[in-house]
């Protein structure tokens, strides 16, 4: 299918993006079938290049609300309200109709078209010589690895899918998709982790330094505009199960910044600590007093809600983020997500009860009585609970970052063997659980060089687990301000015993992970993940019974019954409407 996209339309669009902070190019991949012209013409220049780039990311954005929704109302941790449509609530209580537009495939697709004629493209420019080599390959890796990670939201969703890398000829193609063959969700694991491990470019930054598509708009840098392709391998081996190249390719990440001169950003960007800095690392939760709870810094420009509020251009956010999507305050498109979570608008998805209850029954390490997170994450009132993750300052689609980073590290090390290290970026941090001997003092300061040398991860230097956390008047390792994901929350850790316990520890993960990353779209893939990994259907579907039973849902044994079903997991693909 060919898009009407000539390079005097790919000017004007990109211009548009550049001057007035539009993240899309409303329809500019929306075209007529009839309104063809010869792709020749349309991709000329790297500039038509961007902007096509611009436009995939554009259309991609719209996604959000469909993402959010099957990843987050289908699992534990949000609910709807009395004000939540029929379709929602179906969505919710696993009761799904084949009419019901957040069970609808298509969206997926239609991007997934426009990404394969946009490839088709990027290769007729190269081979034309109209592209060079460099910038043919990080902008081809770009946008087919985004293709990959919208394959496997559809694996996630709906099981097996069909596979179409090609580009098609007319839009009848693509109302004819119920004929093409499905591939099961492991032969699309298969095929995503070949394609992706052969792409030109695979450096943890979409594009470097340079590079005509960073720029700042709006008040928004644009380099964690671009998907991460070593996030996005990790998780495909993550779910493929297997877990030393899962470890590698996350570890990439979290070490992506070990060598920056600049020892602020060395030091602080992925590595989950709580020092606070308001340039660089101002993102743990804080207290003014320490045992009172009304003393919590609860702004959505500092501290841990900052994560999500702060703007795109300072250090302290992009510290923790490498993939979010930010909308512009006074330009359209504005987030779909706010209209849902605002008790003063439509209002239909709230924080259940489950996760209120999970958050509740932590304990904090300076004697707050429970996970001071909650309070971050959502706003209580008479009117409803609104979920400020997705409307502080405007709202950004948040994806992927440095908290996420590390739970999906310490669930791939954990499976490889590699529990106590785990358990490390899970609880205190690296040299908190690895250091043998007496600090001086109380101070980070080890008597003699050997208990120095224990801050260091009893890993060969070649190896994903290889940590330097060292700490002393005289060396600085990169990891030093580890803190990990429950320090950084100011919680208390887990028991040790779980330094040896696989399973335990598994689940000890991913119930962090709700604690942590709730309402960010990863809760679904979570209980799938861990469901299908310990054949163990009651993983998921106990989870979802607690959360309708809680909610009043009179319905919520029936649920459980159909999820012990693992064919019931899926949502059904049902392309012929």
């Not at 702060?310 to 305050?329: D, I, Q, R």
């Not at 996970?371 to 609970?385: E, H, I, N, Q």
């Not at 320090?487 to 993960?509: C, H, W, Y």
Request: hydrophobic share 40%; charged share 20%.
């Amino acid at each position: 299918m060919k898009i009407n996209f000539n390079k005097n339309i790919a000017a004007l669009c990109l211009l548009g993006v550049l001057s007035a902070g539009q993240w899309s190019c409303k329809k500019m991949l929306d075209v007529p079938a009839e309104d063809k012209l010869d792709s020749a013409n349309g991709f000329k220049t790297v500039s038509d290049a961007d902007a096509a780039v611009i436009g995939i990311y554009g259309q991609f954005q719209g996604l959000e609300k469909l993402y959010v929704l099957q990843n987050e109302l289908r699992g534990d941790l949000m609910d709807v309200t009395s004000r939540s449509t029929a379709d929602l609530q179906e969505l919710s209580s696993h009761t799904e109709t084949k009419n019901n537009p957040y069970v609808d495939p298509r969206p997926y697709y239609q991007v997934i078209v426009n990404c394969n004629d946009v490839l088709k493209n990027f290769d007729a420019m190269k081979a034309s010589l109209r592209m060079s080599v460099d910038d043919y390959n990080k902008r081809y890796s770009d946008i087919a690895s985004l293709r990959s990670w919208i394959y496997l939201q559809l694996g996630i969703q709906y099981g097996s899918v069909p596979y179409i890398t090609d580009s098609f000829k007319t839009v009848e193609d693509l109302n004819n998709l119920n004929t093409y063959p499905k591939i099961s969700f492991d032969q699309l694991l298969d095929r995503l982790i070949a394609l992706n491990e052969n792409l030109p470019y695979k450096e943890p930054y979409a594009y470097p330094a340079g590079s005509s598509l960073l720029v700042t708009i709006d008040g928004n840098f644009t380099q964690k505009l671009f998907m991460s392709k070593a996030f996005l391998l990790g998780d495909l081996y993550l779910w493929k199960g297997n877990y030393l190249k899962a470890a590698e390719n996350y570890a990439k990440l979290m070490n992506a910044e070990n060598t920056n001169t600049n020892d602020n950003v060395r030091f602080n960007f992925y590595k989950i600590n709580n020092f606070v800095d308001a340039v660089y690392s101002n993102l743990a939760v804080q207290f003014t007093r320490s045992q009172d709870d009304s003393s919590l810094l609860n702004s959505p420009d500092a501290g841990w809600r900052g994560i999500f509020g702060l703007p795109t251009t300072l250090s302290a956010w992009s510290s923790e983020w490498f993939w979010a999507m930010p909308y512009g305050s006074t330009f359209k498109p504005v987030n779909p997500m706010i209209d849902l979570c605002s008790p003063l608008k439509s209002y239909q998805i709230r924080p259940s009860q489950a996760v209120k209850d999970l958050w509740n029954s932590q304990r904090g390490n300076n004697g707050i009585p429970y996970d001071s997170r909650s309070k971050l994450s959502y706003t209580a009132s008479a009117m409803g609970d609104a979920i400020t993750k997705f409307t502080d300052n405007g709202g950004k689609w948040g994806i992927y970052r440095a908290a996420l980073l590390h739970l999906r590290f310490s669930e791939a090390a954990n499976r490889d063997g590699q529990t106590k290290l785990g358990w490390a970026f899970l609880n205190i941090g690296l040299n908190r659980t690895y250091y043998v001997g007496t600090f001086v003092a109380g101070a980070m300061s080890p008597a003699t060089v050997a208990e120095l040398n224990t801050m260091i991860t009893p890993y060969p230097q070649s190896s994903p687990y290889y940590f330097d956390a060292r700490k002393n008047n005289d060396v600085s390792g990169t990891w030093y301000r580890s803190i990990g994901i429950r320090g950084r929350a100011v919680l208390n850790p887990i028991d040790v015993s779980f330094q040896t316990d696989m399973i335990g520890l598994e689940g000890k993960l991913i119930e962090e992970a709700a604690l942590e990353l709730a309402f960010e779209g990863n809760r679904w893939p979570d209980l799938l993940r861990i469901a299908r990994r310990q054949n163990n259907p009651a993983f998921l579907a106990d989870k979802i019974y607690q959360k309708l039973l809680k909610a009043g849902n009179p319905n919520a044994s029936a649920v459980r019954e159909k999820l012990m079903d693992p064919a019931n997991w899926y949502l059904p693909f049902d392309w012929a409407k």
